[in-house]
């Protein structure tokens, strides 16, 4: 273990004894920014000791407290500048699984994670929070199933509480400044308050605002998140893969949609749904817009 | 069936191919019956019999008109069929010039 390695991303194995962790340094256990898989990659470095735990065991919960740590300290693993480019992160950082650690230009640690592609996690944070990404330790795990990778990231962070007394700002808990959130998903619009509310404006005139106060708005049998129709679907899948910002309404909604099928087949003079309107034009339903989307018109037709 | 009264007797197929032939002067018309794709669906009441279709139409009429249009031409020749209930539509409209470009591809 005398050779000093040149790069950050040679990893050496060491035996480390873990304390029994307490939750409370611990925040919020979110570390996962970026899961995209990876293949599981032979390993290069120096193995003076593997610590193979056996997968039964390690998937177990009662484990030993002594468990080897599988990437070096943090205060031994290099600082690398964070490259601004694409292609200089695939040079000089590894696509592999591992721990990661971000500071900002005055050195301070931001946040500390793992994920199945390092270099693609950073790239994404320097995408996100440029001003905070100025370098990078890294970490490789030889063996990147879930617990190893929780491992690292436990034995990192509770060094960095060790040494400083405190979390990374980025993984206290409430900051999302890090990770990914779940896409929130829109819910469908509602027409009316209520089947029993009388309205004070024709459903007509609701519609007629709706469809032009919004780029986009989807007519669809059910809910967006569960369709009921498979027309609908197929709408709502093009939508999303296009990446579109819409607006849904269920058509089949009878307590807060009252009428609406009757309503707008008379409004679009269109006898079927689901009716997809732009900028407050009916554009179609399905067919249209499959064959728009196959076509390549969509991306244009949402700029105007 | 029977208590549907004589226009059952003519399959809502045959009603639609004749209108759309008469009203948009088709040169060609493939009508596919898909309602047994959607039996369950929760618009179709049971027993209901050809309510999904599958169309393609060739028309000299679609030219110069967006898709919008056509299809709307297909809705107003079927607008009877639409209110006694045929359901859904899958509707390719193309004119004769679109269906040649595409047949040589």
Redesign the interface.
């Known amino acids: 273990m005398a050779s000093i390695s040149l790069s950050p991303l040679q990893t050496s194995p060491s035996l480390r004894v873990l304390s029994s962790y307490t939750p409370q340094t611990a925040p919020n256990l979110s570390f996962y920014s970026h899961s995209k898989p990876s293949i599981p990659f032979p390993s290069t470095s120096l193995k003076p000791y593997t610590p193979i735990i056996p997968r039964s065991r390690s998937r177990s919960r009662s484990r030993s407290l002594i468990v080897p740590a599988a990437v070096k300290k943090i205060s031994e693993t290099d600082l690398v500048a964070v490259p601004l480019t694409a292609e200089e992160f695939s040079q000089k950082l590894p696509s592999e699984s591992g721990v990661y650690a971000v500071y900002d230009k005055n050195d301070d640690l931001q946040f500390i994670g793992i994920s199945r592609n390092v270099g693609a996690s950073v790239f994404s944070h320097l995408k996100s929070v440029p001003d905070l990404c100025s370098s990078v330790k890294v970490g490789i795990v030889d063996e990147p199933d879930k617990e190893s990778l929780t491992q690292a990231w436990k034995s990192w962070m509770e060094e960095h509480i060790k040494t400083t007394g405190k979390v990374p700002p980025g993984n206290q808990s409430g900051n999302a400044t890090w990770i990914r959130q779940p896409p929130k998903k829109k819910s469908d619009l509602r027409l009316t308050p209520g089947r029993h509310v009388q309205l004070t404006v024709p459903l007509e005139e609701l519609i007629g605002k709706l469809v032009k106060e919004s780029q986009v708005v989807a007519f669809i049998?059910g809910s967006r998140n569960a369709p009921?129709?498979g027309?609908s679907q197929r709408v709502i899948g093009i939508l999303e893969t296009q990446g579109i910002d819409y607006e849904s309404v269920d058509v089949?909604d009878e307590e807060y949609n009252y009428g609406l099928r009757e309503t707008l087949k008379k409004y679009s003079?269109?006898?079927?749904f689901p009716q997809i309107f732009v900028n407050g034009e009916?554009?179609?339903?399905?067919?249209?817009l499959t064959?728009?989307h196959e076509k390549g018109e969509l991306a244009g037709l949402l700029k105007k | 069936m029977g208590s549907r009264g004589a226009n059952m007797l003519i399959s809502r197929a045959n009603r639609m191919k004749t209108k759309l032939q008469s009203v948009l002067e088709a040169t060609t018309i493939e009508l596919e019956d898909v309602s047994h794709q959607h039996a369950g669906?929760?618009?179709v009441k049971p027993n209901n019999v050809e309510t999904h279709f599958n169309l393609k139409i060739v028309s000299p009429k679609f030219s110069g008109h967006t898709?919008?249009k056509r299809?709307?031409m297909v809705?107003d020749a079927l607008?009877d069929e639409?209110q006694s209930g045929l359901?859904?539509?899958?509707?390719?409209a193309k004119t004769p010039q679109e269906e040649e470009a595409a047949s040589h591809r």
Do not use: E, Q
């Not at chain 1, 009916?282 to 249209?288: E, F, N």
């Not at chain 2, 359901?87 to 390719?92: E, F, G, P």
């Open positions: 049998k009921l129709c027309f089949l003079n269109w006898p079927t009916l554009i179609g339903g399905c067919d249209i064959s728009m | 669906h929760a618009a898709l919008v299809h709307r809705y607008a639409l359901h859904a539509l899958s509707i390719v």
